[in-house]
């Protein structure tokens, strides 16, 4: 089984979305497994966002990211990274298939309301980065009825 890092991004959190955005990876079967409300810094986002450095967008990346409280979350399940990202969308919201989280409620690609683990090894880096404390493993009673 798998983990996935996933942040609903500062505007996101402005535009009331967390609870939505939680919900659909709850009810898809994916499992809390880590969470919390931040405000996070511009030098924590620098690592988080590392392989971006080099990208014209990336201070407005930064600003966008540190200019208000996110939800950092980790998801627990078959396939979460891949199938979560699916779940997001494209980076772009206008190429963001309907019915994905960024395609049904965003617009542009600097305001693209929630974040996704690209790689398992990212995810790893990630959850590692956000959640120094680790994670909380726990079993749950649906497990045997979204799993064969
Ligand atoms: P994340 O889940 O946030 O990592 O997005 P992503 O994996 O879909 O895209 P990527 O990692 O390449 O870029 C990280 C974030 O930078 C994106 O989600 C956007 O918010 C922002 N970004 C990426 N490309 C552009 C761009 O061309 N212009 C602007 N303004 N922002 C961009
Ligand atoms: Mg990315």
Not at 26 to 35: M, Q
Request: charged share 25%.
């Amino acid at each position: 089984t798998e983990r996935t890092y996933i942040m609903v991004k500062p505007d996101g959190v402005q535009r009331g979305l967390v609870g939505k955005i939680i919900t659909r990876f709850e009810e898809r079967g994916y499992k809390i497994v880590a969470l919390k409300f931040v405000q996070p810094t511009e030098e924590h986002l620098e690592k988080h966002y590392a392989d971006l450095r080099n990208k014209p967008f990336f201070p407005g990346l930064i600003k966008y990211m540190a200019s208000g409280p996110v939800v950092a979350i980790v998801f627990e399940g078959l396939d979460a990274v891949k199938t979560g990202r699916a779940m997001l969308g494209a980076t772009n919201p206008l190429a963001s298939p309907i019915g994905s989280i960024r395609g049904d409620f965003c617009l542009a690609v600097g305001r693209n309301i929630i974040h996704g683990s690209d790689s398992v090894e990212s995810a790893n880096k990630e959850i590692a980065l956000w959640f120094p404390e680790g994670i909380t493993e726990w079993k749950s009673v649906f497990e045997n009825w979204i799993y064969e």
